[in-house]
């Protein structure tokens, strides 16, 4: 007799071992995290920050992409009043459109919207005077004295933690940082772990952001990879890419439109990984209200819950064909493309 597993074996074996690694993913991923007050979301520690924030963040680059800058202006004013405190911005977000619609939501009322903000934006030079200028159009668009939180983005290219370094963008960010334009410095990339991971010892950052989602359990994973690594400095993990990218809006994220997994358990599946908060692309009231509710029922899964997901999803999500971004240069931003002399 052959001591060989069968197929129906070795098919439970194999979920059962993903379930498990998942599950010690996901303990203790709510360490921290404060209820919701009776109209908000509940919030989680950013790293050592010292600072909670919501468990859901507005992300910028959609909030540029709504037609009517009066909706999205209500839309944020809407999404702070119910809890959503978090914002997501980048200097490069539709050539700027992004900040200044921001900024002119945040500014309203006598800048109640601002006080009532932690806000985030990113700087895309590597060199010190591009930094320099970068962080002072953001201030200007954002109409903020203080930026919340200034990331350095799109770490994708494996040159680039040696970039900030040699260009001086890295040490121009630190010296904003001590004049007290920026609070907390950060870095954000969506292409591989093992970039992260040469970003990770460059400098004590306190937070960084990365694809934390379904098919990422599979596939060049940031959660099993990086977030150990940020655990162990205490960097404040920010996740995103969370539904594969693309409009809500228009149909929902790639995941969802693929048949891949819902919008409810994309989002907690990523709420359920060691983040403090997950950014959303909000396009909408629509997708607002949705996403508010997500965050308001929050829960971590069942064992079973989480296995029976996990076999749904590893067919089709361990060979990439959701999570191009990590393996093409499809995804990069215009300007990044650029800096590295690529059309």
């Known amino acids: 007799m052959s001591d060989l597993p069968n197929d129906e074996t070795r098919r439970d074996f194999l979920q059962t071992g993903v379930a498990a690694t998942a599950a010690a993913a996901l303990t203790g991923a709510a360490a921290g995290q404060q209820p919701a007050t009776a109209t908000g979301l509940p919030t989680r520690p950013l790293g050592r920050t010292g600072v909670n924030v919501s468990i859901i963040c507005l992300g910028g680059w959609h909030i540029g992409d709504v ?25 490069d977000y539709h050539d700027g459109g992004s900040e200044e619609i921001m900024g002119r ?18 700087v895309c030079a590597r060199d010190a005077r591009g930094v320099r ?7 200007r668009r954002l109409r903020t004295d203080v930026i919340d939180l200034m990331q350095m983005h799109e770490i994708n290219f494996d ?4 970039w900030v370094v040699e260009q001086g963008g890295l ?8 004049e007290g334009k920026v609070r907390f ?21 306190q937070t960084v952001q990365m694809p934390i989602n379904v098919c990422d359990h599979f596939y060049r994973s940031f959660a099993r990879d990086v977030i150990p690594a940020a655990q162990k400095i205490n960097a404040g993990v920010i996740g995103m890419k969370t539904l594969g990218g693309g409009s809500r809006a228009a149909g929902g994220g790639k995941f969802v439109k693929d048949n891949v997994a819902t919008v409810d358990e994309c989002i907690r599946f990523a709420l359920s990984q060691p983040v403090a908060s997950v950014v959303t692309g909000i396009d909408s009231m629509e997708v607002l209200r949705q996403n508010l509710r997500i965050g308001r029922e929050y829960r971590p899964f069942e064992a079973a819950e989480l296995q029976a997901l996990l076999a749904k999803v590893r067919p089709q999500a361990g060979d990439g064909r959701h999570e191009r971004f990590k393996s093409t240069i499809d995804f990069e931003g215009p300007y990044h493309r650029r800096q590295h002399g690529f059309a």
Request: hydrophobic fraction near 35%; charged fraction near 25%.
């Open 67 to 91: 037609r009517d800058q009066n909706e999205a202006v209500r839309i944020m004013h809407t999404a702070l009043g119910e809890g959503m405190t978090f914002f997501d911005n980048c200097w």
């Open 105 to 122: 939501a945040l500014s309203a009322d006598g800048g109640k919207w601002r006080r009532a903000c932690f806000l985030m934006t990113k």
């Open 133 to 139: 200028s970068q962080v002072e159009d953001s201030l």
């Open 171 to 178: 040490e121009e960010l630190l010296k904003i940082q001590k």
């Open 185 to 205: 410095v950060g870095f954000t990339g969506h292409k591989s772990p093992h970039i992260h991971l040469k970003m990770m010892p460059v400098h004590q950052w």
């Open 159 to 162: 040159n680039d933690p040696e």
